[in-house]
């Protein structure tokens, strides 16, 4: 049977995944910026949390781990090459070690750029990849302690999965990404109807993610960007815009 997975939203944009094996009952939350909401939602579902699986240092990332591994015991996983603490990690992982959730496997990535230690987790047979804060739906993270060409080996490497893989990341920055992504590619076709889908889901307040790698190679400007150069200035500009 698939994986579940469940998007939880707190703070202002924020989207904390919980990723449920329904054959073994394991239960894993991805990136808990916070504790109250991610328990109550695996408490209606019926589901005992047992791991957290971290990406990156950040506040919004790590908030809740402590409160949920003290109400539940759970073992965290978390990147091994950060420059911050991960709160009450028990297991430091980077490039080429796996996660597990009940039978399956995630592949760790590591992708600095918006950190310098910040991983992603690859579960080829869900085809799934959680990315935390480095690729966005027509965006990509703000590059805090890495460079340039940092983010422009993740957006490439992340362009080569199959395109089908869905792509859960940790915020809802979609409307902000996407007018940014006109502005850089005004003809391109596949943003203009994408940015139309985006406002009548904004508009009601749904959510538009995860999003899929073909979406993401045919409307991000930054997967986009055809060198380093071209990535930073574009990074760059966004900052601002
Ligand atoms: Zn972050
Ligand atoms: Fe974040």
């Not at 991000?220 to 966004?238: D, V």
Request: aromatic fraction near 8%.
């Amino acid at each position: 049977m698939a994986l579940e997975i469940v998007r939880v939203p707190v703070l202002s944009d924020n989207y904390v995944w919980l990723v449920h094996d329904p054959v073994s009952g394991d239960t894993v939350v991805v990136d808990p910026a916070t504790s109250d909401e991610v328990q109550a939602e695996a408490a209606r579902r019926g589901w005992t949390i047992s791991q957290i699986w971290n990406t990156h240092w950040h506040g919004d990332h790590v908030g809740g781990n402590e409160a949920i591994k003290a109400a539940t015991g759970c073992r965290i996983t978390g990147p091994k090459g950060e420059a911050e603490p991960i709160p009450g990690m028990d297991m430091a992982v980077g490039e080429g070690d796996i996660a597990r959730i009940g039978g399956l496997t995630a592949q760790v990535w590591d992708v600095p750029a918006h950190t310098g230690g910040h991983i992603a987790y690859y579960l080829p047979d869900a085809g799934a990849i959680f990315v935390g804060d480095t690729l966005f739906a027509m965006g990509c993270g703000r590059l805090f302690e890495g460079s340039p060409a940092q983010m422009f080996t993740a957006m490439q490497r992340l362009a080569q999965l199959p395109g089908e893989t869905a792509v859960y990341c940790a915020h809802e920055y979609t409307l902000s990404n996407g007018r940014y992504a006109l502005h850089v590619e005004p003809d391109n076709a596949a943003v203009t109807a994408r940015m139309a889908e985006v406002e009548i889901a904004r508009a009601a307040n749904e959510p538009t993610v995860p999003t899929t790698i073909a979406l993401e190679r045919a409307t991000n400007p930054f997967m986009r960007a055809g060198s380093i150069e071209e990535l930073a200035k574009r990074r760059a500009e966004k900052d601002n815009f």
